[in-house]
Nanobody
C-alpha cells in the first residue's frame, strides 16, 4: 500500500509560480511511476505530468512548457514546478502513483491540493 501526501498548493496571481510536492511512503516499489492530475470545478480530471523512476517524463498537451515534473528518489518525493500560472489552471491537483507504465490508470492517489490562479 502506498500513501501519497501533497503540499504546496495555494493562491497565486496570474503569471506567478507554485511548486507542488508529493511525498510517498509505504510500498515504494509501487511508485515507479509518479505523476500529477488535476480536476477543475465542473470538469473531468485530466493528466498533467508523470515521471518514471528512470527520469522519463510526459506532459499533458496543455502544459506547453510551463510546468516541470521532477523527483527526488532519496526522499521518495515528486515535485511539480508550475510557472506562468493562468486562472484556468485553477483546480485540485492530485498526486498519483503506479508500478508499471502498462497500467491503464494510477493505483494510488493522494488527497489533493488546491491551486487557485487569480485574474
Amino acid at each position: 500500500q502506498v500513501q501519497l501526501v501533497e503540499s504546496g498548493g495555494g493562491l497565486v496571481q496570474a503569471g506567478g509560480s507554485l511548486r507542488l510536492a508529493c511525498a510517498a511512503s509505504g510500498s515504494i516499489a509501487s511508485t515507479s511511476i509518479m505523476g500529477w492530475y488535476r480536476q477543475a470545478p465542473g470538469k473531468q480530471r485530466e493528466f498533467v505530468a508523470r515521471i518514471t523512476s528512470g527520469g522519463m517524463t510526459k506532459y499533458g498537451d496543455f502544459v506547453t512548457g510551463r510546468f516541470t515534473i521532477s523527483r527526488d528518489s532519496a526522499k521518495n518525493t515528486v515535485y511539480l514546478q508550475m510557472n506562468s500560472l493562468k486562472p484556468e489552471d485553477t483546480a485540485v491537483y492530485s498526486c498519483a502513483a503506479q508500478p508499471y507504465l502498462s497500467d491503464v490508470a494510477p493505483r494510488s492517489w493522494g488527497q489533493g491540493t488546491q491551486v487557485i490562479g487569480e485574474e
